[in-house]
């Protein structure tokens, strides 16, 4: 199992609090290492009419107040020369969230996937470190502008205010 940020596990618990909100029943596949191999951190499970709709998500978490950009991981440990969740994940979506704005962004994970790296020129290559565990870990990603990615990709945006309580957002609480 790996570990996740402190902004990742408050990211998936907000998230899943919204999905079985929304008559969605939710596992937390990250704590299963096969699963979490593959990225995947949620699976939704929806019925719709008479079919069951099972949803593979991969869940970032950013503690950032006012950035215009998503970060894309590309790759994960700079050190050892791992790729990133955004290269290597294999999930129907990506649900990036805010988590000091409760803002969730559902991004169509292929479809995404596919338009970066169609534009990948077009976008600033950053480095940040990340606590995991008890390390730091550095790790690199592209800045990919909120809105551009919305107006080429279908991203849909949803404001979990509602749904999560102000105790419930500061870091370290869960």
């Known amino acids: 199992m790996s570990e996740k940020t402190e ?7 907000h998230i899943k609090i919204y999905l079985e909100a929304n008559d969605q029943v939710v596992a937390e596949s990250w704590k299963n290492k096969a699963f979490d191999e593959k990225g995947l951190d949620l699976l939704s499970v929806r019925m719709n009419e008479s079919n069951l709709k099972i949803t593979t998500i991969s869940v970032t978490g950013d503690e950032s107040k006012k950035t ?3 970060y894309l991981e590309m790759i994960k440990d700079k050190e050892r020369k791992t790729k990133g969740c955004f290269l290597t994940s294999e999930v129907s979506y990506l649900f990036y969230y805010f988590i000091e704005s409760k803002e969730l962004y559902t991004i169509p994970f292929t479809e995404a996937k596919e338009w ?3 534009n990948r020129d077009k976008f600033e290559l950053k480095d940040v470190q990340k606590k995991k565990g008890g390390e730091f870990i550095e790790s690199q990603g592209l800045l990919v502008p909120k ?9 849909k945006k949803f404001n979990l205010d509602y ?12």
């Open 7 to 13: 902004v990742d596990k408050i990211a998936i618990e």
């Open 68 to 70: 215009k950009d998503f």
């Open 116 to 118: 970066v790296r169609k």
């Open 147 to 155: 809105k551009m990615l919305s107006e080429n990709v279908n991203v």
């Open 163 to 174: 749904y999560i309580s102000e105790k419930q957002t500061k870091l370290g609480l869960l």
